[in-house]
């Protein structure tokens, strides 16, 4: 029983990575803009997160810095597909090459570097409770964080103003135009907004998920966030779900060859990325629907007249 606490704890962890980085892919797109930048974006904060504790050993300075980091970065994504038009499939791609680069050069000291020791978090009381105990009160904060976040863009994008604007924009830049909104500097706020929580995501996983810098650790998180977005088909609470689905699966991979199951390797390691293309697959059996919930103006530029 505890094997299976620590399997549910274990997807938790993993799955907040993907929410936090989703979560913000979905700000980006609810306006309107894609960003397929998420991987860079996420190894530069990472190494920016991780190098940070370890000059300062505080770990919310580390994640302040990989959030500053993610929101430099789609700052800069931001300004050239808004305001100079770039393509914005094009633009996202060549950021994830820049910081899959720059990240690298940049951690090359840093891949023998440890940090201060970790601590420890658990909920007095509710932690005791036997296997729910193991399973769902001894996360880091960004766990439980995660799901508020996940309530709070909820709250945001479907019960105030902002979030209704925030949808016109994605929906009909013209029209939101037309009212006096001014729809570039909305969504480049969009954009930043996710930048920084892809950012929060990249450090999470250098200080929490795995302590330590490795070049190219995310390993492709940062492209199935982007999947998640549409699996979700642009829902938080849908995020969320994914995001833990994902994690689990994930995960799964180390269960199985703890029990010793007789499968190579290579296959338990794909199975992430296969769960992600079977998935896409089967949306993408329905257009009508995924088109129903989809933001109208996605990844179409807005040039006001």
């Known amino acids: 029983m505890e094997t299976y606490a620590l399997l549910w704890a274990a997807t938790m962890n993993a799955g907040t990575v993907l929410a936090l980085a989703s979560l913000g892919l979905l700000i980006n797109e609810k306006a309107g803009v894609v960003n397929l930048g998420a991987e860079g974006m996420m190894l530069c904060a990472a190494i920016a997160g991780f190098a940070t504790v370890v000059h300062t ?119 939101a135009h037309a009212l006096g909104y001014p729809v570039r500097r909305i969504r480049w706020l969009a954009v930043v907004a996710g930048g920084a929580l892809c950012g929060l995501s990249g450090a999470y996983i250098s200080i929490v998920y795995t302590p330590l810098w490795v070049e190219g650790m995310i390993a492709g998180k940062g492209w199935i966030a982007l999947a998640l977005t549409t699996f979700a088909t642009w829902r938080p609470a849908r995020v969320l779900l994914g995001a833990y689905l994902f994690g689990g699966v994930t995960m799964l991979q180390f269960h199985l060859q703890t029990a010793g199951v007789d499968i190579p390797s290579q296959f338990l390691s794909m199975l992430p990325y296969v769960a992600t293309i079977v998935v896409l697959a089967l949306i993408s059996r329905n257009p009508k629907w995924l088109r129903v919930n989809m933001p109208a103006s996605i990844g179409k530029p807005f040039v006001p007249n």
Do not use: C
Request: proline share 4%.
């Open 57 to 175: 050993g505080s770990d919310t300075l580390g994640f302040l810095a990989g959030m500053g980091a993610g929101a430099l970065m789609a700052a800069v994504f931001g300004g050239l597909v808004i305001w100079l038009n770039t393509n914005q499939y094009a633009t996202g791609l060549a950021l994830s090459l820049f910081g899959g680069g720059f990240s690298a050069f940049v951690g090359v000291s840093y891949v023998q570097a440890k940090l201060p020791e970790r601590m420890h978090f658990q909920i007095p009381v509710l932690a005791d409770i036997p296997f729910l105990g193991s399973a769902l009160f001894k996360h880091h904060p960004l766990v439980y964080g995660a799901i508020g976040l996940m309530f709070g863009l909820m709250y945001l994008l479907y019960r105030t103003r902002a979030g209704l604007v925030l949808r016109a924009v994605g929906e009909s830049p013209d029209s």
